[in-house]
DNA sequence: AATCGGATACTGGTCAAACCTTTTTATATG
DNA sequence: CATATAAAAAGGTTTGACCAGTATCCGATT
């Protein structure tokens, strides 16, 4: 739940909403920290305390004397643009997990093999229930591969393209409307990436994690066709609304 | 001036510092905000809003009624982890810049091959003077590869690994020491990639790229091999002198 | 003696009412 | 009309109090 124990948290996600829903557009001014503070029936101190997390988090500007501002298209996410599209996150993920899976191959120690089984098993047996625990699975065998590269580096890029994929709201959006997709193929994908590992075949390894990114891929492209083409029956049918003849008609 | 205007401000920065500095190791907890509003000479509603810009920047987490605990190395990617080695560094561009000129050989138009050619000439002209001009051609050509893979997730995780190159003094300390070895050998490297380019070949840009990382990496590995070499000398010579009869037979 | 439970002190969480400084504006004055 | 001045408005900061979780310690119980 999003309620935060923290008073001030409750301010500051109703603040995002409301300059998110243009409420109060870039380059406006937020109302002023007393009126806030009423109209969130909280007091001035706690109004500010959201303030300085938004100023924090790059979202505001605060001018002493003179206002809060709020700051134009500072939609990033990790210092990253978050304009970048699930497309693009998914390729660059399938190249730079590709090479982490080639690395790892090389790399990865018996126990982080088990560890990867483990995650396996946790993966089937719940992906009949609530694809929450399923997620969190997918992520760990993500990341322990990344791990078993033991390259920092590669770790830090695997987390920042994780981070991206849960804050993003268009990407996020767009996984959360494939998530639920060919269960059994997804589960097939893993075990053949696994396999690969277990046989320390670095190319078998970058083959089977390019075809798991290419299958998401697939989904997303015909995910977004699909949006695509609810959205040109909305409009027609929108345009047959608007541009029908029965108002007219009903008025003669 | 990191005198900043607004007072909570000017503790934010006191407060990272402490911690950058160890006063308040990762896991540890931050004095009450009482004690740290005497402590300042503040009051304590400004010691909380630096708390909570802290905890915006994920530096501490605040427990309810326990106290402000220091988080552990902060893992983004970018404000440059010092964990992360020079080799690591190499290693992760050579795999992800790899891909990336892959991806870029299918993808790169005429406009931007143009440019690259223009930037090669000048690290062949700069290549004499000051490594200056010839670092920052460098930098533009890797980027524009970036730029070519038409991918922003693909350059905004180069920008980040560049960044990091500039900014951990281990990684920069590290590639400074190598910087000015065999310049016509880096140059020609350069020329080899930017012909896979022009072929638009994919798998010759990827080699061609991964054979420029692999001189760096044997760079790096000889200069820490002589640094290493250095240390012991500098250690013998110390215990030498410092064994050395030469004292005590001066004071005889 | 060891353990469990509750009283108590400690910590962050929130509020209220002031007062200061800076910025903006409205107004009066030349 | 332009400028200077005063008033209003906004954020900046402080004080002091009280609330609500959390940790600690000490005594009662077993």
Sequence with gaps: MPSEKRLYRSVLIKLEKLIEEGEYPPGGRLPPERELAERFSVSRPTVREAIIALEALDRVEVKTGSGVYVLDTPKRVNGVDA???????????????GEAAALAATMISDEQLAALEAIMHEMVDESEDGELLSEQADQKFHQMI??????????????????????????????????????????????????????????AAREAMHNHFARILNKLIAANEQAHIDEIRRKTRESRERFSLNHLSAGA
């Design 146 to 203: 990344s791990e078993a590269t033991g390259n920092s580096m590669m770790i830090a890029v695997f987390n920042s393209l994780w981070h991206i994929r849960d804050n993003s709201p268009a990407v996020h959006a767009a996984y959360q409307a494939i998530c639920g997709m060919e269960p059994q193929s997804r589960v097939d994908e893993h075990v053949e990436i696994l396999d690969a590992l277990k046989q320390r075949d670095p190319k």
């Design 83 to 97: 304009s970048i599209s699930a497309f693009e996150l998914t390729e660059a993920r399938a190249l730079i997990e």
